[in-house]
């Protein structure tokens, strides 16, 4: 199963501040995908990338949302001014060449305080 | 939004039975259908996908079957082992495989010995 890991863990941070949650693949593939999950729901669609470029996004990605691949491997989500309710697990998620099933990181749980 | 349902929160199952785990959907559009399993702080880890052009797909102990005229799926899990103890969750997705994926609610699963 293609790998992917994403930093940091665990991320705490104040209402208000930036945060950058990273999503780094193994190998290379074409299609990317940000979920969340907050605690105690389902895990629902953010984001998804294809070809360095957004592809499609939900109705949560607003304004204070923002996905790029700045150096070609890292995949990275950053939200401006975080909110209490943007607390949550974040998952990359990505579509390898010649898969049809979407594979996940193991998360990073976001905490707004 | 429910356009994906997993209607019972919890199912517990003696270890060494079948357990039966079951999706709904509303969207005619979805094409292909995909269980994922959860550990606590971990991401979703793929199980076992289905084309809309089959009822039936196996892998080993596993076995997803689809109902499209009912808009129903269901998970065979047989025989059932204490390591299958997880969070199930049912996802779809549109025509083409880079789809997003919308999620169900989830299904807690608990073998007991």
Redesign the interface.
């Given at each position: 199963?293609p790998e992917v890991t994403?930093t940091p863990s665990h991320q705490v941070t104040q209402m208000g501040q930036e945060v950058i949650l990273r999503c780094v693949p193994i190998s290379n593939h074409l299609?990317f995908?940000w979920?969340r999950q907050i605690l105690g729901?389902?895990?629902?669609?953010l984001v998804?990338f294809?070809n360095n470029e957004i592809?499609?996004k939900?109705e949560i990605f607003d304004d204070q949302f923002s996905v790029e691949r700045p150096d070609g491997s890292n995949f990275t989500l950053k939200i401006r001014s975080t909110k209490l309710e943007d607390s949550a697990m974040y998952?990359c998620?990505r579509?390898p060449l010649n898969?049809?099933?979407?594979?996940?990181?193991?998360?990073t749980?976001l905490t707004v305080l | 939004d429910q356009q994906v349902k997993q209607n019972s929160p919890s199912l517990s199952v003696q270890e060494g039975r079948i357990s039966i785990l079951n999706c709904d959907y509303t969207n005619s559009m979805f094409d292909?259908f995909?269980w994922?399993k959860k550990y606590p702080?971990?991401?979703?880890?793929?199980l076992i996908?289905i084309?809309s052009i089959k009822d039936k797909n196996e892998d080993g102990r596993f076995t997803v079957f689809l109902n499209k005229s009912a808009k129903h799926l269901s998970l065979h899990i047989v025989p059932s082992q204490p390591g299958d103890s997880a969070v199930y969750?049912c996802?779809a997705s549109g025509v083409g495989?880079?789809q997003?994926?919308?999620?169900?609610?989830?299904t807690r699963l608990t073998i007991n010995p």
């Open positions: 199963e994403q299609y995908y979920y729901q389902k895990v629902e669609f998804s294809y592809s499609e939900s998952f998620a579509l898969y049809n099933e979407q594979f996940f990181g193991p998360g749980r | 292909y995909l994922y702080a971990e991401g979703p880890t793929f996908s084309s969750f996802a495989g880079a997003k994926l919308v999620f169900g609610q989830g």
